[in-house]
């Protein structure tokens, strides 16, 4: 990884299966986190804190704030998301009796990675973030 304008780009290995997550907005990159790379935990520990993954600011040119949603326009963007996942998860017809909660739209099952199979993985992680890498 080198400093410079771009949108960063991280491929994180999860069950041995490889899935790319892309910032959705260019950016000017002024470090990242190598530490990150050597101690991958990190990541899930803190990630507000040592788990961080890149520095940067938006670039003049271009303005990413203005597409963040606040207060009940935020809720109702996370309710359907909720809905969204639970059906992602109830279309691959995962165990039952352990994704019950989560599909119900309750609260989330701690690794429910754990059902899903190497080959899923990526697939889910892509329709979930609509990870598409901007030019």
């Not at 599909?103 to 889910?124: A, H, T």
Request: glycine share 10%.
């Amino acid at each position: 990884m080198r400093e410079g304008d771009g949108c960063p780009t991280v491929i994180v290995a999860t069950h041995e299966a490889p899935v790319h997550m892309v910032f959705p907005h260019p950016m000017q990159i002024l470090g990242f986190n190598a530490q990150v790379r050597a101690n991958p935990h990190m990541l899930r520990r803190d990630p507000y804190g040592s788990g961080w993954l890149f520095e940067g600011k938006e670039l003049e040119r271009i303005e990413i704030r203005g597409g963040l949603l606040t207060g009940e326009p935020a809720r109702r963007w996370m309710e359907g998301e909720v809905r969204r996942v639970s059906e992602m998860l109830r279309s691959r017809k995962l165990h039952e009796r352990e994704m019950s909660s989560a599909m119900g739209g309750g609260l989330p099952v701690d690794g429910v990675i754990n059902f899903l199979s190497r080959v899923e993985i990526p697939r889910f992680f892509e329709e979930l973030f609509d990870n598409e890498e901007v030019a």
